[in-house]
């Protein structure tokens, strides 16, 4: 059996090398398409028409400060040195000054962002943990009641507004019943009491024992995230079913009920492992389109986040605070992205047994 | 035939469809001792319908109906999924066509078969995993320590369908249903997985059921053989006395038959009767 | 007459390309009113059409601009079916009028996507080399961007309105089916039917937009049917965010959000257009399911 040592040696190489091609390509792509989305974001802050310069030197300007600041700002040199100039600031963190708040954007997005980042992860918890069994059961039970049930729901999910269905939960939940929270992270008599370690609020409530305060921010969380949640569930519950009915059919399921395990323990122990890689590829993905609805979702529970930043922002013309905001919502969804697909070729068995 | 281990009577499998019932298996009625019996059809011939309708392993919507199907002296018919279960690995188990797909591919070899053992022997891990190592080396795996810990997508396709005989007999069933174990293997490697699994059947009594299309392997290999056609056991009879079969479907099959002693110019084509499903 | 009819549209032996192709049409619609999911869905999106042409003689007259604040925010009642909004105007007439700018948008989505998706990917596909490998990459980039947000963006530097929520969404749409368009072509291209037409003479463009682009159009149509909930709900969203049509212009998105301050006490100001864009994406998927079960099989179901 020499040969088959020197044989799983000569593979062991050529995945090593597959994987070595892999990185170098995600690398390539993630360069590549950041590229794409800041030319594209550089490209929309030209066509707005709202001038650069009057927002650095404020409408009062004299002429001279006003043509000062246009040869300041580059907007004298052709596009591509713009374009280059723009590039280097944004790689160095500098995403202008906002209007609004006159921080430098970049604080401000740093500020905001763990609000988003809370509600799209409970989001996506909430999204997995019902979302993958309830497909793993309809693809099982193809065919039946369980599976309409989940394609039932999945559709609705497909169908509906996110931003309305977020008002009508309030309505019912809030309004009429008063199970949960209203608008916003906090009431007003909870707010500023806890430092903002990790700008987290369960999170860092927790770790001052404030246990008051992190039930009310669980009662303000709980109904977005669960609306959130709901849209990533329906996306993983259909792809999580047609995954399970691909490995159902496959012979090994056979093979373990033939050994004598029960149909649930092939369908947990032996089909389910196999379609670990594509699920974690899908919930990376719902994960980074989380981040995008949470937009409107913010808007509509007043959730001080990158989306209600990114909305407030572009209502008082604020278009660095916008830009950066999309720059970085579309960083992260681009790394999210590509780095699942990346996963996907990683684990690929074709490449592992390449 | 010293003791029936099996016995079939009048065993029929149908699927629902929506141009009406299709018939997959046919009043099919046969005994079986511990002994070898070959089962020989062309494809849809309901062959593997057999073999899976005796594990209880039809899917559905299909039916399975039977006057008797009974495994060592107990009926199978009023079976619960639990009867089935303890049943299933320790005293019938299946090996099938093709190890590439009917090894689980995320799970390591020695796992697989330790798992057999787990299911049924109330093994402990370590336990297990020294019946699984043992059995691997039964099959004639050279370096079972080696092996044990391989995906299977690192092995040929002998090695795999070794490795399938393993686990399926590492718990020590009365009676192994083989569902074409060698079609889809080399040639050169069809003769030592067969050498194989007529060692440990001969070796631990077992019965067998051989499922196959290939008319000479399960002549040399089997006791008795039963020729099959759309759902329908056509005709039964001694492996040696296949050349003075009756049927003219099994003459046919004979004819048609490639042989190096008897070289023909032109192999015979079969010719079917609607009638013999009647 | 009928018989006869309908034996000529099952012919398998079409004589002509006319009667080739009104006997594939005449057998999807077959297939789509077999399937009770999809027939569903070509009824409601049947329904919508001619409630967006038929609008007015639907609000029998009634307005969908004119304000009356004496009865701004009435409930439904026999005068306003489903009452009136915060300045007063008929929430029926706007929910009718409503379905002609969704219409609208999908429409012009349509024809803006679907045309660069094809172009781009039949190119890249049928000349491959280095134009495929740059226009793929476009394509990649683009497929990676977060739609909305770079809707939203693009919306707020135009600046609000129907045309340029129409470039935005399009201009996040169109890469799926370049790519769709560039598997498809280079299946075709390999087939033995083209190599004649090359053979023959035929120049890259005839071959391109004579032979190929019609080949690609059924899977094309299966999968604007499918995007459209997604277009249709990325364009409310716009709308509720104030980056779709602009008031007086009755859009469903920009209605829910005109309800969101009075949700708790006037509840048919938000739920009524809200229900309207939710009938409407549920029509477009469940027709496009059926669409895909028809058309492709093999896909994921």
Redesign the interface.
């Known amino acids: ?1 020499g040969a ?2 020197v044989n ?1 040696a000569r ?1 062991a190489q050529g995945w090593t090398t597959a994987v070595l091609r892999q990185v170098t390509s995600f690398a390539l792509s993630l360069v590549f398409t950041f590229i794409g989305l800041t030319a594209v974001t550089f490209f929309i802050g030209r066509l707005t028409k709202i001038d650069p310069v009057l927002a650095v030197v404020g409408d009062k300007a004299s002429k001279e400060v006003y043509d000062n600041a246009y040869i300041a700002l580059g907007l004298d040199r052709p596009l591509i040195v713009q374009y280059g100039l723009y590039l280097k600031r944004v790689l160095t963190g500098d995403l202008g000054i906002s209007v609004l708040t006159s921080q430098p954007v970049i604080t401000d997005l740093l500020r905001v962002f763990p609000a988003t980042f809370e509600l799209a992860t409970i989001a996506i918890v909430i999204g997995v943990l019902v979302g993958v069994p309830a497909g793993v059961l309809a693809g099982a039970r193809k065919g039946r009641l369980p599976d309409h049930i989940v394609r039932v729901g999945g559709l609705f999910g497909y169908s509906v507004p996110v931003f309305w269905l977020g008002l009508v939960g309030l309505f019912v939940f809030y309004g009429k019943l008063g199970w949960v929270s209203g608008t916003g992270r906090l009431d007003v008599f909870y707010e500023d009491i806890v430092t903002p370690r990790t700008g987290i609020i369960l999170l860092d409530s927790a770790l001052e024992g404030e246990w008051d305060i992190f039930w009310n921010a669980f009662s303000h969380l709980i109904l977005p995230a669960a609306i959130l949640g709901y849209y990533s569930l329906a996306y993983i519950a259909r792809m999580t079913r047609s995954f399970m009915i691909d490995q159902l059919a ?3 399921v ?10 649930w323990g092939a369908v947990w122990l ?1 089909a389910f ?2 379609i ?1 890689v594509p699920l974690i590829t899908v919930i990376g993905l719902s994960y980074a389109s989380l981040l995008e609805g949470a937009v409107l979702t913010e808007t509509v529970f007043a959730w001080p986040g990158l989306g209600l930043y990114i909305t407030r922002a572009l209502f008082n013309s604020d278009m660095n605070a916008v830009m950066g905001g999309t720059i970085l919502i579309g960083a992260v969804f681009i790394t999210i992205n590509l780095f699942c697909d990346f996963l996907y070729r990683i684990f690929d ?1 074709r490449l ?2 390449a | 035939m010293s003791e029936s281990l099996l016995t079939v009577r009048n065993l029929s499998v149908t699927y629902p469809g929506r141009t009406g019932m299709t018939h997959a298996l046919r009043n099919a009625s046969f005994e079986l001792g511990r002994e070898r019996l070959g089962i020989v059809g062309e494809s849809g011939s309901g062959k593997s319908t057999m073999g ?1 309708a005796i ?1 209880g ?1 039809i899917p559905r919507p299909g039916i399975v109906s039977a006057d008797q199907l009974d495994f060592a002296g107990r009926s199978l018919l009023a079976n619960t ?1 639990r009867d089935w ?6 005293r019938i ?2 090996i ?3 190890p590439k ?7 390591r070899i020695g796992d697989q078969i330790a ?2 053992c787990r ?2 022997l109330g093994s402990t891990r370590k336990d297990a995993e020294s019946r699984a190592l043992a059995m691997l080396e039964a099959v004639q795996i ?2 079972p320590d ?1 092996v044990f810990t ?2 299977p ?2 092995l040929s396709g002998g090695m795999g369908q070794r490795v ?1 005989i393993a ?2 007999l590492v718990a020590e069933p009365d009676l192994l249903i083989a569902d074409e174990p060698t079609s889809a293997l080399d040639v050169t490697v069809q003769n030592e997985v067969l050498r194989i699994l007529d060692r440990l059947v001969s070796e631990r009594g077992m019965g067998l059921l051989f499922i196959s299309h290939n008319l000479t392997v399960v002549s040399s290999f089997c006791d008795r053989v039963l020729i099959m056609y759309g759902g329908r056991i056509l005709e039964q009879c001694a492996a040696a006395d296949l050349a003075r079969a009756q049927h003219p479907y099994t003459r046919a099959l004979m004819a048609a038959t490639p042989s190096l002693d008897h070289p023909k110019a032109e192999l015979a084509t079969l010719v079917r009767d609607p009638s013999w499903l009647e | 007459m009928s018989v006869s009819l309908t034996q000529w549209l099952m012919d398998d032996r079409p004589t002509s390309r006319r009667q080739a192709v009104l006997g594939n049409l005449y057998r999807g619609l077959r297939a789509i009113i077999a399937n009770p999911a999809a027939l569903t869905g070509l009824v409601i999106v049947s329904l919508l059409i001619l409630v967006a042409l038929f609008a007015p003689l639907l609000a029998q007259g009634i307005s969908p601009i004119d304000q009356d604040l004496a009865r701004r925010l009435s409930p439904p009642s026999a005068d306003h079916l489903l009452g009136t909004d915060e300045l007063g105007r008929d929430i029926y007439a706007r929910t009718l009028y409503g379905a002609r700018v969704t219409l609208t948008i999908v429409f012009l989505v349509s024809i803006i996507v679907a045309p660069i998706g094809l172009a781009v990917g039949t190119i890249a596909g049928y000349l491959g080399g280095w134009v495929d490998r740059i226009l793929m990459r476009i394509t990649d980039v683009f497929l990676a961007f977060p739609r909305l947000v770079l809707a939203l963006a693009f919306a707020a530097a135009l600046g609000p309105g129907i045309e340029n929520a129409v470039i935005a969404i399009s201009l996040t749409a169109w890469p799926p089916y370049a790519r769709m368009a560039r598997a498809e072509t280079i299946a075709i291209a390999r087939s033995d039917f083209i190599q004649v037409v090359v053979l023959q003479g035929a120049s890259t463009f005839r071959i391109l937009f004579r032979h190929i682009v019609p080949l690609c159009m059924s899977s094309v149509i299966v999968r604007l049917t499918l995007d459209m909930a997604g277009i249709i709900l990325t364009a409310a969203g716009l709308g509720f965010l104030g980056l779709g049509a602009q008031p007086p212009t009755p859009e469903w998105g920009a209605m829910v959000s005109a309800g969101r301050e009075v949700i708790l006490d006037q509840w048919w100001v938000a739920t009524i257009p809200g229900i309207a864009i939710f009938i409407v994406s549920l029509g477009f998927n469940l027709l496009g399911d059926g669409l895909r079960d028809v058309f492709d099989p093999k896909a994921e179901r």
């Not at chain 1, 056979?254 to 149909?263: C, D, E, L, P, Y």
């Not at chain 2, 279960?85 to 320790?90: A, E, P, V």
């Not at chain 2, 797909?101 to 799970?107: A, C, D, I």
Request: hydrophobic fraction near 35%; avoid cysteine; charged fraction near 25%.
């Open positions: 059996m088959m040592a799983a593979r496959q012979e090994y056979i093979t373990a009920r033939v050994k004598g395990r029960s149909f032996h492992p196999n670990m068995p592992k047994s | 899976r594990l392993l999924d279960q303890s049943l299933r690995g320790r188990s299946m099938m066509q093709d797909y009917s090894l689980n591919p995320v799970k798992e057999t299911l049924h050279r370096n080696t391989l995906y997508h690192q399938m686990m399926m």
